[in-house]
């Protein structure tokens, strides 16, 4: 099968708006990374002003014990809260590509095919053996792939449970520990 102009500038174009959808989800993932930098920088920053405040009004060593375990907790919480948004977004980011490399694999996959099936029409007498031989591949290719994606969507989804369990344990050691701080 011969590349025509025609072919040539459909997957150009093809190729052109795949990059474009990439670059805007890497751009869209960098803007909300950077808003949640901002924010969580503004609020820890004005945190901060509060508990030095509150730092400063501290008349007794027992007023201090009581403040620690108060500010420590809020800290905790936010500093969890932001990792989840974190690591949201790079889930977010990272699903969106998957579906577009997805998208771009089932489209090669297709136009392969295709060619393979006119190639066969116009190949001499006894290439159907090459011609099935090439077909069992992709599909071995394809089989492949799809164990692969089922394998990385499993690791995923076994690793959000793992940040999840760790990140609920840590908000609640720190609770604990304010806690047992207060009762002392």
Do not use: C, H, W
Request: no cysteine; aromatic share 4%.
């Amino acid at each position: 099968m011969l590349a025509t102009p025609e072919n040539l500038t459909t997957a150009n174009k093809a190729n052109v708006e795949t990059f474009l959808t990439l670059a805007n989800t890497a751009f869209a993932s960098a803007e909300r990374l950077a808003a949640l930098n901002l924010n969580t920088a503004r609020a820890f920053l004005e945190d901060g002003m509060a508990n030095a405040k509150a730092l400063l009004g501290v008349k007794d060593i027992q007023q201090l014990v009581s403040l620690q375990s108060t500010l420590a907790q809020p800290s905790v919480e936010k500093f969890v809260a932001y990792s989840r948004s974190v690591y949201e977004i790079a889930t977010q980011t990272q699903e969106e590509v998957s579906k577009i490399a997805e998208s771009q694999f089932a489209e090669v996959n297709k136009t392969v095919t295709s060619a393979l099936d006119k190639a066969a029409k116009n190949a001499p007498a006894g290439s159907d053996v090459a011609v099935a031989a090439v077909k069992s591949a992709i599909a071995a290719a394809n089989s492949a792939y799809d164990s692969m994606s089922k394998a990385a969507k499993q690791v995923a989804e076994i690793a959000e449970a793992n940040i999840s369990a760790a990140t609920n344990a840590t908000v609640k050691a720190a609770g604990s520990a304010a806690k047992a701080k207060k009762a002392a």
